[in-house]
């Protein structure tokens, strides 16, 4: 099993950045892709921004392509996700999550991941 931690979230004005990281520990052996996900209130949770842990493929959402980039350091299994121009809409509790190729069907699939952070909120005012 992966544990993951995520820090970072806060409060912003709208234009703002803000920059959210998630520390991987556990079985980081057995991970092969990590990803961003985010819920507003009322609503479902939607992908936000995914890499592969090897090879450092990336993959964005429509609505944050331009304006938010995932990275990540493999030595110190941490997955970052720097986040640009914010907006009002963008607001929302944030998740890091992790998944194994045994589960892999898609980088914005749900399903594609077994390991969940606790979540951290990203508030941004008009």
């Known amino acids: 099993q992966v544990q993951l931690v995520e820090s970072g979230g806060g409060l912003v004005q709208a234009g703002g950045s803000l920059r959210l990281s998630c520390g991987a520990s556990?079985?980081?052996?057995?991970?092969?892709?990590m990803g961003w996900f985010r819920q507003a209130p009322e609503k479902e949770r939607e992908f936000v921004a995914a890499?592969?842990?090897?090879?450092?493929?990336?993959y964005y959402a429509d609505s944050v392509k331009g304006r938010f980039t995932i990275s990540r350091d493999n030595a110190k299994n941490t997955v970052y996700l720097q986040m640009n121009s914010l907006k009002p809409e963008d607001t929302a509790v944030y998740y890091c999550?992790?998944?194994?190729?045994?589960?892999?069907?898609?980088?914005?699939?749900?399903?594609?991941?077994?390991?969940w952070g606790q979540g951290t909120q990203v508030t941004v005012s008009a």
């Open positions: 999550a992790a998944g194994p190729v045994s589960r892999y069907s898609g980088f914005d699939a749900i399903r594609s991941y077994n390991s």
């Open positions: 556990g079985r980081t052996s057995s991970i092969y892709v």
């Open positions: 890499i592969s842990w090897s090879g450092g493929s990336t």
